[in-house]
């Protein structure tokens, strides 16, 4: 693989070729409902066992196939995970099993385990699963000595296989696993929902129709509460908040507020364990009666079902799979006699390790106050972003004690008392390239601003359209349906302000700006700058300014994360799928695949990983003709296997001598006789198409808290019948850094910067390059210095977490 080193700082870096897993036996299994992503995870401990020199076996049928031994317990090899990455479900089966959960059943597994000297145990399931492993791991040495008294195994075979060791990851569509923000197959769901809803709108337009869609979660809102963000929904119903009572006339009543305003269709999402507030259920049939016998409007009830358990894992869960496999490995090897048994979970973009039965008690806790009908706290304990998302809908929705404004009014104070001015004027704008993702953010910012009491206006085409006087008023239901569109309906340039400030400043006095929301990519960054700069010069500019990142790239400091990131990582994802399917067809066949990104390596990377690529070459890990040539090397021992086909990743801008079709070339003389080569440049499709879930909740959230800040920015600034601040923390940056969403000055972040290649200096994501070269079966080193401590769910509890990555 490219520019492979060693590692670095030895001293103080702790990496796993410390962990040796010579001698040892992992066995993986899935067990209760299957969930998009589990094959990721499964390939992924495979092949980290393999590679660390332990022996892994598959448990097929779950619980059931440890009880029944046999065949169901089989060796697994490093082909044997091959091309499974892309399929859902799991393909070592997943079975309820009522034998495990008695005192002779565990017996018979623990029989099991021992004739194959089995003592590491990660199984992928929900939080009953898991529960069971863990009474599996304490009674582990009671039934070591039953197993000798009954002569089934001797005190050697005991002594050897002494002490069990668990390790968890929850395989769960529902995301109601407390201590992890996303579970394995969470996205996925999601994706099947959006797809459907998108879908629908279409039909529900033309004909003026209300649809009430229902979705999975009996105990948990989550899908329901995600999709409606995603969606815009009207009204959603989910278990852990039930409506107000008369809720009746009041979804009716905004129901028909909706039509009157000239909207042809209504969506209205219901979790299928929705109730009100005496615990009655709550079903679409009885959610289409009300509509229907109240209002009298066209309705259809569609139910999703087990559709979305189904269809191909989306990239999200295949590297949220993959790393959280390869950590489970890891918390493998280095458990000890006193390490209890662990989850491996997902908190903002780190995988970090904590206390199964802490999780699992604090999962249980959410139950037991939806059953006592604390409802508060139960939101409370799903945890802060599930708050979040609750609090953004309500905003976005008007399904709080504000009404919903009809088109052209305006609201004249705040509601709670305590603003200072009737009404501030805030623009919002695009700027750079089209991202997937930049209308939902639009749409929630003119909402939300709107809720807060601003009057809105939006800057068409940019800093161009911004100093052509391209600005008006933008109202409640110019935003309507704004979510599931792709690109930019502002219409978006990548000119910046520099030789223009005069014109700019002129437009914001022209229709008094008090506050600028820029939405975009690298040259938004750029542009927030020189207008920051240029506030000694103009005081228009003296006003709150924020940007939100939007680009493909990701390539933005002050972020992890980027909107529209997702949707082109689901886009090359889905193209590699395509062209793996077409070299296994033709057998040893390499496939060479360009990615965008400019120098930022970050979709190629990722992208390999989520499509299984064997190389990627990026600008940030500089590479020479021995790294193509032993990675020539490397493919074509690969195709004496019974893996006859290769994936090649290339960032467009990796190297200017080593192109797309130089390597191309190359690999095609060197591979002459062993495989043969295609090409594919994806170009600008990577950009286009509907946003994904990700993207539309993560700019949907994000701008919310955008527009609040200004908020509550244009409050302390405004003094003397004006808004006037010129500091530096007024003009900022709202990224994701972490485990948490930051608002950092601009002018501080210029120190971060790699201007000439448009890149942050530090970037997170190339920590996940060592892991992608592991599950291609490339030697090199493996930083878990940032994971790998186990830590108590208190330190990072659900309620303390405020992250996009649980969207």
Not at 762 to 785: C, F, G, H
Request: aromatic share 6%.
């Amino acid at each position: 693989m490219a520019g492979v080193t060693g590692p670095k700082r030895q001293d103080t870096r702790k990496f796993f070729e410390n962990l040796s897993g010579a001698g040892k036996s992992i066995a993986v299994l899935t067990s209760g409902g299957d969930a998009q992503g589990m094959n990721g995870a499964v390939r992924a401990v495979v092949r980290m066992g393999i590679y660390v020199g332990a022996k892994v076996y598959f448990i097929h049928e779950g619980y059931q196939g440890m009880v029944d031994g046999g065949d169901y317990i089989k060796e697994a090899t490093w082909e044997s995970v091959s091309s499974v990455l892309q399929v859902g479900g799991t393909v070592i089966g997943s079975a309820r099993c009522k034998e495990f959960r008695t005192h002779e059943g565990r017996l018979k597994a623990a029989h099991n385990l021992v004739q194959r000297g089995i003592t590491y145990l990660c199984v992928i399931g929900g939080d009953g699963s898991l529960t069971g492993a863990n009474l599996f791991r304490e009674e582990w040495s009671g039934l070591l000595n039953e197993l000798i008294e009954q002569g089934l195994i001797d005190e050697e075979a005991a002594k050897s296989n002494s002490e069990l060791h668990i390790v968890g990851m929850v395989g769960s569509i529902d995301n109601d696993f407390c201590g992890t923000d996303m579970t394995i197959g969470t996205d996925s769901a999601l994706h099947r929902i959006i797809e459907v809803v998108d879908a629908i709108m279409t039909t529900a337009q033309s004909h003026q129709r209300t649809f009430v869609l229902e979705v999975m979660g009996r105990h948990c809102g989550y899908l329901a509460l995600v999709s409606a963000l995603a969606c815009g929904a009207d009204w959603v119903f989910i278990p852990e908040m039930p409506p107000e009572d008369g809720w009746e006339e009041n979804m009716c009543q905004k129901l028909s507020e909706s039509r009157s305003r000239g909207s042809r269709l209504n969506i209205i999402i219901v979790a299928e364990g929705a109730i009100d507030r005496q615990g009655q259920h709550i079903t679409s049939d009885l959610v289409k009666h009300l509509v229907v016998s109240q209002l009298g409007f066209d309705t259809r009830v569609t139910i999703l079902g087990h559709v979305q358990r189904g269809g191909t894992p989306s990239a999200f869960d295949r590297i949220l799979a993959s790393r959280m496999g390869v950590e489970a490995v890891l918390a493998l090897l280095e458990a000890s006699t006193d390490t209890p048994a662990c989850v491996v979970s997902l908190v903002g973009n780190q995988a970090v390790r904590l206390p199964l039965m802490e999780c699992v008690q604090m999962t249980q806790e959410v139950q037991k106050a939806m059953d006592e009908k604390k409802f508060d706290e139960a939101v409370r304990l799903r945890g802060r972003s599930f708050e979040h998302n609750l609090t953004t809908y309500r905003l976005l929705s008007s399904q709080t004690a504000r009404t919903d404004l009809p088109n052209g009014e305006e609201e004249q104070e705040a509601g709670d008392g305590e603003q200072t001015h009737s009404t501030f004027n805030v623009a919002v704008m695009n700027v750079g390239a089209p991202a997937a993702g930049m209308n939902a953010a639009v749409r929630s910012a003119v909402r939300v601003g709107i809720t807060e009491g601003h009057k809105m206006f939006a800057v068409n085409d940019g800093f161009e359209g911004f100093y052509k006087g391209q600005i008006k008023e933008i109202k409640w239901g110019d935003v309507g349906g704004w979510t599931g569109q792709g690109g930019s309906l502002l219409g978006t340039k990548r000119t910046l302000p520099a030789e223009h400030l005069d014109k700019i400043a002129e437009q914001m006095r022209i229709h008094s700006i008090n506050a600028l929301l820029v939405i975009g990519g690298f040259e938004a960054y750029v542009g927030l700058l020189e207008l920051s700069s240029a506030r000694d010069k103009y005081a228009e500019f003296c006003v709150p300014m924020v940007m939100i990142p939007a680009t493909v790239s990701n390539n933005i400091p002050g972020s992890d994360l980027s909107i529209g990131s997702d949707t082109a990582l689901n886009a090359i994802t889905d193209t590699c799928d395509r062209i793996k399917q077409s070299a296994s067809g033709t057998k040893r066949r390499v496939f060479i695949i360009e990615t965008m990104g400019g120098y930022c390596g970050y979709l190629a990377t990722v992208g390999g990983l989520a499509a299984g690529a064997d190389t990627v070459y990026i600008y940030e890990e500089p590479f020479d003709i021995r790294d193509l040539q032993a990675n020539v090397e490397h493919l074509t021992q690969k195709m004496k296997t019974s893996i006859q086909r290769g994936l090649v990743l290339r960032n467009e801008n990796c190297n200017e001598n080593f192109t797309t079709d130089f390597i191309y070339q190359l690999y095609s003389e060197e591979g002459r006789g062993v495989f043969d080569c295609r090409k594919n440049i994806l170009g600008h499709m990577q950009q286009g198409g509907a946003p994904s879930p990700f993207d539309r909740n993560f700019g949907t959230k994000v701008a919310a808290k955008a527009i609040q800040w200004i908020t509550r920015t244009l409050k302390e600034s405004y003094k003397e019948g004006r808004v006037y601040t010129n500091s530096e923390d007024t003009a900022c940056l709202l990224g994701m850094r972490r485990r948490a969403m930051v608002f950092q000055p601009v002018a501080q972040l210029r120190e971060e910067t790699d201007f000439v290649h448009r890149i942050p200096k530090e970037q997170w994501w190339l920590k996940l390059r060592p892991l992608m070269k592991i599950l291609a079966k490339y030697k090199t080193s493996y930083d878990v210095s940032d994971a790998g401590q186990l830590e108590h769910v208190t330190r990072v509890r659900p309620k303390e977490k405020e992250t996009p990555a649980a969207i």
